[in-house]
């Protein structure tokens, strides 16, 4: 049963007229609370995950929980559906269970923290937050086992919970927490300072309340909401045809790190009356090992929303007024809603791969709008042990790559698929952990050739100065960051180690408990982001100046029909090769994925990273398919 919200006065909220105005001063002052909560926090927090990362996510909603202002969505709606205790004035509730919340958050190490805020005996808003925790527990330092089996292996797990009860700290709940990780004067330092950008929140929501009136900041909450709605509704229609038209794209994960693969993920689009449907029932079931994901159906329309909002008007305030226009359906026991006790770890593949997914979809009907795909994963790389003075060290971090090529220009490199994240600085790692950076620098050539060029991945060269076991997760090694409109895939991503008697490895995308030794380098090579258009259609002065900036070589501006000699554009020659090349741009796909069988996949990801990649069955199908 739904949870029981406790209030000394339960009148219901009088909808106010708000003009525009005062509508208008009510957001922006909600807007810069949520930027408040984030200043706050990522000055308090210790972990490189949320201080220097930003790995954290604020919203403030309204009463009835919808995210007025944020950028992941609410995470209410599945905490109120799967909570039946009660919510009185004073109190602040904590998970991290997916199962318990809908996929509110999606595993172990997001602390989800949630604040009610009353005034005069009644709830007007919500403050939450959620961060990532470097480690929680479990069975490997940063609590992300690859080859867990069940989420019990991956931390402790902590239901819909009271950690503030009408105001006091549940401090025996909180000292079992800490208890039960590696890193707990972080967690800790990390709590409290959520804590704190919600107390301000909390403060700025009741300003407003006594500037303007409750009826009134009620109100231009319901307001803000419907203006989503109402421009969310205009551009489904306008994206979205109905009728007897499906849309269906599918992409896939390449392994789960246990010798399985690749796992397809697939969606189908349609509109009823001002519905659109998106239907997940064609995704593969259920991994064995942790990179499941509980997509849960709320935040998948935050992700269509803010998808779709970036690309029509980013002005748009994004919130949750239009949920109800947006019909998710995802099948019980498949890979994007797994059965309890699947484990969850390592679901920021699936996460990252279902925005490559929603550019293909929703771009099939408006091509010149259509985004290549790109960097979209958060790759981690986690290293821990015992330094030289016996004090353990434990490093989570999350790897930049290459942004697809778009219609309106390049992609950025090195840059990471949340926007609002930041790199930890390289002098933060060297002096807080064992480690010497000897290289940080785009991938050349890494990007896919196109009118617009893909962004170019990212290789960090870490050098290590202690005695310890890495971990690295990532994705894209074997399928290929894909381009459109005639635009050329991206390049793959690569792990190598150099030991410090010059012996070589490639290590697996996915693996844990590598040992390593002072002087060892880790190659850590992220991809690409596939090119958009004509690469033939790219002017050549461009070409120039990539190369001049390191993003391009020599050869690699060949790849575009492009000639560099001395410095300078052989202009003869590049008109020569053109029009060599131009016979072969003749019949442009709409997706290039990079490859026209399977064997030549397997053999050329057999000599680029020394690793046999596993083809599932269907993905043979599914190719053929797509072939014909």
């Keep these: ?106 595993h172990l190490n997001d602390w989800l923290v949630m604040m009610p805020i009353f005034h005069q005996g009644r709830l007007v808003s919500w403050a939450a937050m959620f961060g990532h925790m470097t480690d929680v527990g479990g069975k490997v330092p940063g609590s992300l086992p690859t080859d867990a089996k069940m989420i019990y292996e991956e931390g402790i797990i902590v239901p819909p919970t009271k950690i503030y009860r009408k105001g006091e700290l549940a401090e025996e709940i909180l000292g079992i927490l800490l208890a039960n990780c590696r890193m707990p004067e972080w967690n800790r330092s990390d709590f409290f300072a959520i804590m704190a950008g919600m107390r301000l929140a909390e403060r700025r929501v009741r300003e407003n309340i006594d500037r303007f ?3 009134a900041y009620i109100s231009a909450m319901w307001d803000m909401l419907d203006r989503n709605k109402m421009a969310m509704g205009e551009i489904i229609k306008m994206i979205v045809p109905e009728g007897g038209h499906k849309a269906h794209f599918e992409d896939w ?27 997940f029932s064609d995704c593969d079931p259920q991994s064995l090992s942790s990179i499941n994901f509980i997509l849960n159906e709320e935040m998948f329309k935050m992700f269509f929303g803010a998808f779709t909002i970036n690309l029509f008007d980013p002005q748009i305030l994004f919130n949750d007024g239009f949920y109800d226009l947006v019909d998710v359906r995802i099948p019980e026991g498949c890979i994007l809603k797994p059965k309890k006790p699947a484990a969850l770890s390592c679901r920021t593949h699936l996460l990252g791969r279902i925005f490559d997914l929603m550019g293909g979809l929703l771009g099939q009907g408006a091509p010149d709008a259509l985004n290549a795909a790109g960097f979209s994963d958060s790759p981690h790389f986690m290293y821990a042990g015992h330094d030289k003075n016996g004090e353990w060290y434990q490093l989570y971090q999350i790897g930049f790559g290459g942004i697809p090529g778009r219609p309106a220009g390049d992609g950025p490199d090195g840059h990471s698929l ?24 785009a991938i050349p ?36 960051p894909w381009g459109v409109n005639g635009g050329a895939p991206g390049a793959r991503s690569t792990k190598r180690l150099v030991r410090v008697d010059g012996a070589e490895e490639n290590i697996p995308s996915k693996c844990d408990r590598v040992k390593v ?29 990539d190369i001049e900036r390191g993003l391009v070589t020599v050869d690699g501006a060949r790849r575009y029909g492009v000639v560099v000699a001395g410095g300078r554009i052989d202009e003869g020659a590049t008109g020569k090769l053109r029009a060599e090349m131009a016979p072969a741009q003749v019949k442009i796909p709409l997706f290039s994925r990079g490859f026209d069988s399977i064997e030549e996949l397997k053999a050329r990801c057999k000599a680029e990273t020394g690793f046999e990649p596993p083809i599932a069955p269907v993905f043979r199908n599914a190719f053929r398919k797509a072939a014909e």
């Excluded at 202002?69 to 799967?82: E, I």
């Excluded at 890494?446 to 076991?469: C, K, M, P, T, V």
């Excluded at 958009?532 to 100046?545: E, Q, T």
């Design 445 to 480: 050539d890494s990007g896919g050739a196109g009118l617009h060029r893909g962004g170019n991945g990212i290789q960090i060269a870490y050098e290590f100065l202690a005695e310890g076991e890495i971990s690295v997760h990532d994705d894209r090694w074997m399928t290929y």
């Design 1 to 106: 049963m739904p949870a029981k919200i406790i209030q000394t006065d339960d009148r219901p909220f009088s909808r106010a007229e708000v003009d525009p105005i005062t509508l208008d001063i009510v957001e922006n002052a909600l807007r810069n609370a949520r930027a408040e909560m984030d200043a706050v926090l990522f000055r308090t927090a210790m972990s490189p995950a949320i201080r220097e990362q930003h790995d954290a996510f604020p919203m403030i909603a309204n009463h009835e929980g919808k995210m007025v202002v944020g950028q992941f969505g609410s995470f209410l709606y599945g905490f109120m559906q799967g909570y039946d205790g009660t919510i009185e004035e004073g109190d602040v509730f904590m998970t991290n269970d997916p199962y318990s919340c809908g996929g509110a958050v999606s």
């Design 418 to 441: 949340w926007p609002a994240f930041t790199n930890v600085p390289n002098e933060f790692l060297e002096a807080y952990m064992p480690l010497r950076i000897r290289d940080y620098s």
């Design 213 to 215: 009136g409750v009826d």
């Design 517 to 545: 030794m002072p002087g060892d380098i880790l190659y850590f090579n992220t991809w690409g982001g596939g090119g958009w258009g004509n690469p033939l259609d790219r002017d050549p002065a461009l070409v120039l100046k």
């Design 253 to 279: 994960i390449d392994d789960d790190g246990m010798g399985n693969g690749p796992y397809k993920i697939a969606c189908t689009l349609w509109r009823e009356g001002d519905v659109a449907i998106f239907d």
